[in-house]
């Protein structure tokens, strides 16, 4: 581990939660574990390769509230409440050396959780503006999005997307037919803003990876708290150092470790019951 650091939280890999769901579902009988994903089919859990998950169930905290990831993301979400609670709303970015570190996820499943358990009003941006990936968790899409709202051809109630009754609106990249340069949007962002915050208590947004993108050295000029994603056992040190350097993070980093293997969170996970009163664990992982 990097000096410095402080982990916010370790969510675990979630592809061996969902097979050990997948596995009780075929071999145990009663209440099917599948009727807690009532919009996910069951088959299309595991993609065709079964390394990789159906988008949206990377909203664990949705699907399996009750999982130790879930748990995870509410641990991430309260630390972040209580350490700006002085503010009257947050600007939250995370972002990750790497590509497909597991951003986007982190940013779903913590602007959800803030939402759902934490009570918080929460706006999730798509600044990705190569790789736009939050309307795979959108159910009700807005017909508008950033760019349309940013060329001032929309009003903001407009172009605010839904995830569930949950309290979290999601701002789409959206269309655009003048300026694409992704510099002078966010320089733009950075003057709307301030607007955007009288109407949320928390603002996340979803940033391209640090290393092979530009934006990111711009979009790190916005935001109150900056949250690097570090897939565990995957992404080298050294990269993550060359992440850092680029972000000028010389005080205590903010890090969630992503995608943890089974063997390697801590044993005392395990003990607590994943379940409320008598309701039956289909969360956990086995170990
Ligand atoms: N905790 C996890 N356990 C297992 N798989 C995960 C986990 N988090 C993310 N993934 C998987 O990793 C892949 C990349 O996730 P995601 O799209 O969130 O990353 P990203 O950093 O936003 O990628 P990109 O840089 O392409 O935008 C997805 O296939 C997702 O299902
Ligand atoms: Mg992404």
Same mark, same amino acid.
């Given at each position: 581990m990097l000096p410095g650091i402080r982990v916010l939280a370790a969510i675990p890999n979630f592809v061996s939660m969902y097979h050990q769901?997948?596995?009780?579902?075929?071999?145990?009988?009663?209440?099917?574990?599948?009727?807690?994903?009532?919009?996910v089919r069951y088959r299309t859990w595991l993609g065709e390769n079964e390394d990789q998950l159906a988008p949206q169930l990377n909203l664990v905290a949705k699907w399996q509230p009750l999982s130790i990831a879930a748990e995870q993301y509410r641990m991430a979400a309260t630390r972040l409440v209580l350490s700006n609670e002085g503010r009257e709303s947050t600007v939250l970015e995370i972002t990750s050396a790497l590509k497909g570190e597991g951003k986007t996820t982190t940013v779903v499943n913590i602007g959800y959780t803030l939402a759902r358990d934490l009570g918080?009003?929460?706006?999730?941006?798509?600044?990705d503006f190569r790789c736009p990936a939050l309307h795979k968790y959108v159910n009700v899409p807005a017909?508008?999005?950033?760019?349309? /709202?940013?060329?001032?051809?929309?009003? *903001? $109630?407009?172009?605010?997307?839904? &995830?569930?009754?949950v309290a979290c609106s999601v701002l789409l990249v959206g269309k655009s037919d003048g300026d694409i340069s992704e510099l002078n949007?966010?320089?733009? /962002?950075?003057?709307?803003?301030?607007? *955007? $915050?009288?109407?949320?208590?928390? &603002?996340?947004?979803?940033?391209?990876?640090?290393?092979?993108?530009?934006?990111?050295?711009?979009?790190?000029s916005l935001e109150h708290v900056l949250i690097v994603v570090i897939r565990a056992g995957?992404?080298?040190k050294h990269v993550v150092q060359q992440a850092f350097?680029?972000?000028?993070?010389?005080?205590?980093?903010?890090?969630?470790?992503?995608?943890?293997?089974?063997?390697?969170?801590p044993a005392y996970m395990y003990g607590y019951p994943m379940t409320y009163g008598r309701e039956r664990t289909v969360g956990t992982i086995a170990r």
């Open positions: 769901l997948n596995y009780q579902s075929r071999h145990s009988s009663g209440e099917e574990p599948q009727a807690q994903l009532p919009a918080k009003k929460t706006l999730l941006i798509d600044c017909e508008a999005g950033l760019f349309e /709202l940013l060329d001032g051809k929309t009003r *903001l $109630q407009d172009c605010l997307s839904t &995830i569930d009754e949007r966010i320089q733009q /962002l950075k003057g709307f803003l301030p607007q *955007l $915050q009288q109407h949320f208590d928390f &603002i996340i947004i979803n940033t391209p990876p640090v290393l092979p993108s530009a934006t990111m050295g711009i979009l790190a995957a992404t080298p350097t680029m972000l000028g993070l010389t005080a205590e980093a903010q890090v969630i470790l992503n995608a943890v293997e089974a063997q390697s969170m």
